[in-house]
Structure formats: structure tokens, C-alpha cells
């Protein structure tokens, strides 16, 4: 499997975000979150929780739900250690999407409305569904899909990782076969806001390796983004 990372400021004076993955002992872990709540506890929910996964990852590669949520309770504790010490990362809060693969299967997990996209014969196969409100009213029937990237409330989560229960995360149902031409994409809201999902099919068309593919998704970013426009992160592999 081969990956790509990708994480800018954007138009902002700090990246909040934060992307890593590890490989190891035949095991992959690919993980992204956006930090919220003020420079200082964004920068920091972000950069915890992906270090905290990557650390449990190492220490017990595995590809299961109970795997995965073991990782995720990693993070959590460090989480509320951090708050309990420190009352200015009292509202910090992350959204994260995060998979796990040892080359032949797939499982995932995600919480707020950083997304995975799984991509087969470079066509989108798979998209994790935002805890969003604008996503909420597309699933009622009140906006359409396209209306969700720049609807007003778009900001607005319904659910984030606050070191709360790992409950709150939703799963894969299963893990799923991976083939050889399976492309997996895990990106932030200030990245797929700019990038439609046909040209992330097109540009997928086009690109022999991550690194290509994630090079031509950031040019759609910044040839429409508004000056001051959000961070902007994504981790690529493929399979």
C-alpha cells in the first residue's frame, strides 16, 4: 500500500488538523482529525488523538471493532488527562476518521464530518456520512447533497471527539475485501468543501500514485477557496 499525506493552513494563521499513519507488522493504521475549540486546543485535540491511536496501534496491531475501539480509548484517556489538567483545553474537541487494513480487508471509524471515501475502479464505492446538521437535512430530505458544502450551518456537528464515550463514534459494519485497485481517501471538511466528488474520480483517473492524485485535488482547492479559507488535510493510499 502506498500513501500520501496532506496538510495545509490554508488561508489561516494555524493548521489545526492533523494526519498520520503507521505500518506495522503487516497492519496499517491511516488516521485524520480537525481540532476544535481556539488555536491552542484544536492544534492539541488534533495532534493527541492522531498520536495516541498511532501509539496503540503499534502496541497491538489489529484489525477488529474491538481493536480499533481500544485505540480509540487510548486517545480518550489522554484527552481528559490533558482537560483535567489544563482548563484552557477544557472545550477542545476533534473530528476524526481513522481505518485500519492489514492489505486485505478494511475497517473504519468516524466521529463530526472529516470523511473517508473508498474509491473501486476510481469510482466511489463507499463515503462515511457527516454528524452534521446540514448532513442531517440532506438525510430528511430538506437540502440537496450539493447544498450541504456550503449550507450555513455548515459548521455545525452534531457529534465531535470530546473525550466522551467511544459509543458516539460510528463504525464500519464489517471489514471489507480490499482489491489491488481500491483507493482510500480520509480528508477534513476544508478539503472536500472544495473538491467535488467527479473530480476526485477524474483526477483518481489520472494519477499513477497518492502523491500525484493528492497534488491535483490541491489545485482545485486553491484555485476556489476565499482568502481566509479553512486548514485543509487528507491522507491517500493505495491499496
Avoid at 493504521?29 to 492544534?43: N, S, V
Avoid at 496491531?61 to 474491538?66: D, N
Avoid at 463530526?112 to 463515503?127: A, C, E, M, P, V
Wanted: include cysteine; charged fraction near 25%.
Amino acid at each position: 500500500m502506498k500513501t500520501a499525506l496532506l496538510s495545509k493552513p490554508g488561508g489561516r494563521k494555524y493548521n489545526e488538523d492533523y494526519c498520520n499513519y503507521l505500518e506495522y507488522n503487516g497492519h496499517g493504521c491511516y488516521i485524520l482529525a480537525d481540532g476544535l475549540g481556539g488555536h491552542r486546543g484544536g492544534a492539541y485535540a488534533s495532534r493527541i488523538t492522531v498520536e495516541k491511536v498511532l501509539e496503540a496501534f503499534s502496541a497491538a496491531p489489529g484489525l477488529s471493532p474491538e481493536h480499533l475501539s481500544s485505540y480509540l480509548e487510548k486517545a480518550r484517556h489522554s484527552f481528559l488527562e490533558a482537560q483535567s489538567h489544563d482548563s484552557s483545553l477544557k472545550s477542545m474537541k476533534a473530528t476524526v476518521v481513522v481505518a485500519l487494513s492489514d492489505h486485505k480487508q478494511i475497517f473504519w471509524g468516524h466521529i463530526g464530518d472529516s470523511r473517508l471515501y473508498f474509491f473501486r475502479g476510481n469510482k466511489i464505492h463507499f463515503q462515511t456520512r457527516d454528524h452534521s446538521v446540514p448532513y442531517h437535512l440532506y438525510n430528511i430530505g430538506d437540502i440537496t447533497y450539493e447544498q450541504i458544502r456550503f449550507h450555513e450551518d455548515r459548521n455545525r456537528l452534531t457529534r465531535a471527539f470530546d473525550g466522551g464515550e467511544i459509543s458516539r463514534f460510528t463504525f464500519a459494519t464489517r471489514a471489507i475485501d480490499i482489491n489491488n485497485n481500491d483507493r482510500i481517501l480520509l480528508c477534513t471538511d476544508g478539503f472536500w468543501e472544495y473538491v467535488l466528488e467527479q473530480e476526485m474520480e477524474s483526477a483518481l483517473s489520472r494519477s499513477a500514485d497518492p502523491e500525484t492524485w493528492l497534488e491535483m485535488l490541491e489545485k482545485r482547492i486553491l484555485a476556489r477557496a476565499e482568502k481566509r479559507h479553512d486548514n485543509y488535510s487528507a491522507v491517500a493510499t493505495f491499496c
